[in-house]
């Protein structure tokens, strides 16, 4: 498909993107222009529009939405192609909407051609209303990239289904710990908001029991309501849970054999903890739920009474829990307040740290940024090093094998930027990454992630020599007169940053800015040590 600018004498055949009026008739988007469109196009002073003309292998829109919908859809649900642009998938049935906003989440990721919303997950709904809705905006669409998202869907159940809201015998388990009449008008308050919040999903609430707020007494109580055939299981506690080994969950580890999540971030109300027992759902619900609601954990809980088996992976990708707007600290507390540290007039530079991890590696013989160094993949050792050291924010570029990088960072907060041109060098990576630091940094640090020794104390020597009132600055690693990397820039010299090539031992390096270039020299050559080839390799190799 070949998209762009069309005069409009040149434009029969072409089909456009947006909704176009000609007075009393409507072009659609995926509209096909014929003469009679020219020619009216013309009359109202229109000469150049948007489209795309047809490829081998291109497919229309709403052909590509049906495709995609069809692989969405399971049972209980149906879909429209309501225009070119737009399907329409609803409840064929009443009940309880399936669906993971993980995936939903990862659906939006494989591209910026389709996207998908849909209502929030677990929620009952009823027959012919809208549950999700898929929208592209193109015309036309590659065929291979349909295959490529029909491809990525195939390895895992439909997407959206609607299951019935069963009956599920509910238990209520009061753990008392005051035992008064406070704590029952707590217990009242947290099952009137389960029973008003949960009522789509059939719960019937028919079996209480009392225990101590204490393990056995707790413990046995969870046994019983499990045998007496109870599918839904709800803890009201006495006390918050504060810790994977206080009394309610330790009391439900002595007779389940996982718990599969032990709370949410959400502050006030982060005690939520879910497991399972033959079939049964155990839910030792927030303390604070009835006073303070919380989405997540009706989100959490619908999830876990509506899913066929609990798995601990799918609670375990916690979301922001936004605040209500516009709260204020109490006078009181207004007393306890602490600023943020402000940089003074003269104060240390705020640096940035680029990590240049996009190359392939070629002349290494291997993926040499993959390596296994100390038990770690060998970028990784200055992606640490830059997050251990004083600059900040770091940004790790990637190219070559992304993905895998990636994986790697996904129990770090760094800012990763995917560099799609990575091929043309380095210097590409690097105006990738300067170009993403903020404003509000002095310079960045350019650090290439084949460097294994390097560590965040000389990274903070050469921040240290880095004045912030200075406009013109390069800082580099110095070890016997040569210069190597990493190098520091001022901001003002982003658009000629570069690295220091790997013969800077034989000729010099950025003589331009010699004026204004400090050299942090270094004894220890083994800081310094880049892999680059075979030999490299298996001089670290043999030192690890």
């Known amino acids: 498909m070949q998209c762009r600018e069309y005069k409009v004498n040149q434009a029969v055949g072409v089909r456009i993107f947006s909704k176009i009026a000609l007075g009393s008739k409507v072009l659609m988007p995926g509209h096909q222009l014929t003469e009679e469109d020219i020619i009216a196009l013309k009359a109202m002073g229109i000469n150049r529009i948007f489209g795309a003309e047809i490829e081998a292998g291109d497919i229309t829109s709403s052909t590509a939405l049906g495709m995609i919908a069809a692989r969405l859809c399971g049972e209980g649900t149906a879909y429209a192609v309501t225009n070119a642009n737009l399907c329409k998938i609803t409840a064929a049935k009443d009940g309880i909407f399936a669906a993971s906003s993980d995936r939903i989440a990862k659906f939006n990721r494989l591209g910026d051609i389709f996207r998908l919303n849909a209502q929030e997950p677990y929620a009952f709904v009823k027959e012919g209303e809208i549950i999700a809705e898929l929208e592209t905006t193109y015309a036309m669409v590659d065929g291979a990239k349909v295959d490529e998202i029909l491809y990525s869907l195939a390895g895992n159940t439909e997407l959206f289904a609607i299951d019935e809201a069963i009956h599920r015998k509910t238990a209520l388990i009061y753990a008392d710990f005051y035992d008064n009449e406070a704590e029952t008008a707590h217990f009242m308050t947290n099952v009137k908001a389960l029973v008003k919040n949960f009522q789509g999903l059939n719960l019937d609430f028919a079996n209480e029991y009392h225990a101590k707020y204490e393990i056995e007494p707790l413990a046995d109580a969870i046994q019983r309501a499990v045998n007496e055939g109870n599918e839904v299981i709800f803890i009201l506690g006495g006390l918050r849970s504060s810790h994977p080994a206080d009394i309610i969950p330790t009391a439900i580890t002595r007779f389940v054999d996982e718990i599969v999540n032990y709370d949410i971030p959400e502050v006030g ?6 497991a399972g027992k033959r079939g049964s759902r155990i839910i030792s619900v927030p303390y604070a739920y009835g006073d303070k609601g919380s989405a997540l954990a009706d989100l959490y809980i619908k999830q876990a009474i509506v899913s066929e088996k609990l798995n601990a992976f799918d609670f375990s990708r916690p979301q922001n829990v936004l605040l209500t707007p516009k709260q204020k600290l109490t006078p009181l507390e207004e007393e306890d307040l602490i600023k943020g540290a402000e940089r ?9 740290a680029v990590v240049l991890a996009a190359g392939s590696g070629g002349r290494a013989g291997r993926n040499k940024l993959m390596l296994d160094v100390g038990g770690e993949p060998l970028f990784m050792k200055a992606v640490h090093a830059a997050i251990k050291s004083k600059a900040s924010p770091v940004f790790v570029v990637t190219g070559y094998n992304a993905a895998e990088l990636e994986n790697c960072m996904e129990n770090i907060d760094v800012n990763i930027i995917y560099n799609p041109n990575y091929q043309v060098g380095v210097k590409s990576s690097i105006n990738l990454g300067l170009k993403s630091v903020p404003g509000f ?9 084949d460097m294994p020794n390097l560590t965040p104390e ?6 240290a020599s880095f004045p912030a009132d200075k406009t013109k600055y390069v800082g580099v690693l110095s070890l016997g007169g040569v210069k190597y990397n990493p190098v520091l820039w001022s901001k003002s010299l982003y658009d000629q940053a570069d690295i220091v090539p790997e013969n800077a031992a034989i000729r010099p390096v950025f003589v331009e800015h010699s004026d204004y270039t400090t ?5 220890d050559a083994k800081l310094l040590a880049d892999i680059n080839f075979p030999s490299d390799i298996e001089k670290l190799l043999q030192k690890k």
């Open 344 to 352: 003074k007039a003269g104060g240390a530079a705020r640096v940035a």
């Open 269 to 274: 109300a982060s005690d939520l903890i879910i």
């Open 441 to 449: 940094c002095d310079g960045a640090l350019l650090i290439p992630a």
């Open 458 to 463: 000389i990274l903070d020597k050469m921040i």
């Open 519 to 523: 050299e942090t020299k270094i004894k």
